[in-house]
Each structure stands twice: as C-alpha cells, then as structure tokens.
C-alpha cells in the first residue's frame, strides 16, 4: 500500500503547555523541505523591528522552521502521524499565528480549512488587486484511498509573496503563499503582517 506523509522532519518545533491562549509568544512556522535557516533569522530580525508589538508580555516571537513534504520510502509513518496531531492541535491551541509555506504543505492545510479567508483580512478593492497572487485550491474527495477533485476550489486563503526578496532567501525559487491560521490568538496583528506583504 502507497502510503504518503505530510511530515518528514520537524527542524524546529515549539510547544507550549499553557492553557492560556494570550500568553502564548507569536509564531511564524515556515515550511517546505527546502529551507534556508539563516534568512529565517535574517527575516524575523526584519518582522521585530517592523512590528515590535510582535513581543507579547515579554516574549520574543517564534520564527520555527519546519521540513515538510511527501514521504520517501522506508519513513515511519507512525512518527509522521504523531506530528501531524502535534501540529494539529497546536494550531487548535492558537498557538501557532501565522504559516508561510510552498503549495503542497498548503494544499493540504487549506483542504482542512485552516487559513482565514483573504476577504476576512482585506478590503474589496485589495482583493481584487491581487489577481493570481491570491491564492485558492482544488478542493478534493476522498474515495477509498484516493484523492479526487471536485471541480470546485477554496475561497482565496493566502497570499502569494514568491516575488519577495526575504521570502526568496528562504525557500528558493518556490511558489509560496503566506496564510493566517483561523485559531490564530492574535488575529489584528496577523492581519497588519499580511498587508505589510501587498
């Protein structure tokens, strides 16, 4: 049997055992299985500086890379499981923020209706602006061990920021799109972030 897994490796993955969803520190994952950690530090230097409203009650944001894809053959696909419950549920928890990721990481994300609708987050007219850089997906079916396209896509849920120059630090030459996670427990915050990258 073929089986496929979303999580090959988890480089850097933060947990938090609070309850308390506002005392969480911001975070940003970024995820692919090609990633630059450097220009991720380079990057979140960048975002402080900006935002400093980015530290919440004394904590530094999280800038968490994370290398995600489909499996290779002989992987565990129970570890694969049990990160992929652990990201589930931290992002329940509010505790991850924001997530800015290649397409098939998003894919699947945006299939389980993660990411807030861009029309949630900006007006009419931006929106309509952004053209191709809004990002929407194929939703899919499940049949047996199949995943078959409906013919029907998502609502736009991210934004594509391939052309940005930090952005490009990090992934490659990659198409990338940035998304807000709907549990984020800092959503006017997460919004400012988004337009900052229009």
């Not at 594509?160 to 990338?176: C, K, L, P, W, Y």
Request: net charge negative; charged share 15%; aromatic share 6%.
């Amino acid at each position: 049997m073929k089986v496929v897994l979303s999580i090959i490796m988890v480089f850097t993955f933060f947990s938090c055992s609070s309850n308390n969803r506002g005392s969480n520190p911001y975070q940003i994952i970024f995820m692919s299985m090609q990633i630059n950690d450097g220009a991720i530090s380079s990057f979140g230097a960048s975002m402080l500086e900006r935002f400093p409203e980015m530290t919440i009650e004394g904590r530094a944001p999280l800038f968490s890379p994370m290398r995600m894809g489909e499996t290779i053959q002989g992987a565990d696909p129970m570890m694969a499981m049990g990160l992929s419950m652990r990201l589930a549920a931290q992002m329940t928890g509010g505790e991850i923020n924001m997530i800015i990721s290649n397409m098939e990481n998003a894919d699947s994300m945006a299939q389980a209706g993660n990411f807030v609708p861009l029309a949630e987050i900006l007006t009419g007219n931006e929106l309509s602006a952004l053209n191709d850089r809004a990002l929407t997906f194929e939703i899919m079916r499940i049949e047996g061990t199949d995943a078959v396209p409906t013919g029907e896509r998502t609502a736009a849920v991210g934004l594509d920021v391939s052309d940005n120059e930090q952005i490009r630090a990090i992934f490659g030459d990659q198409q990338i799109g940035v998304f807000i996670v709907v549990n984020t427990s800092n959503m006017e915050l997460s919004k400012t972030i988004v337009r900052s990258l229009l």
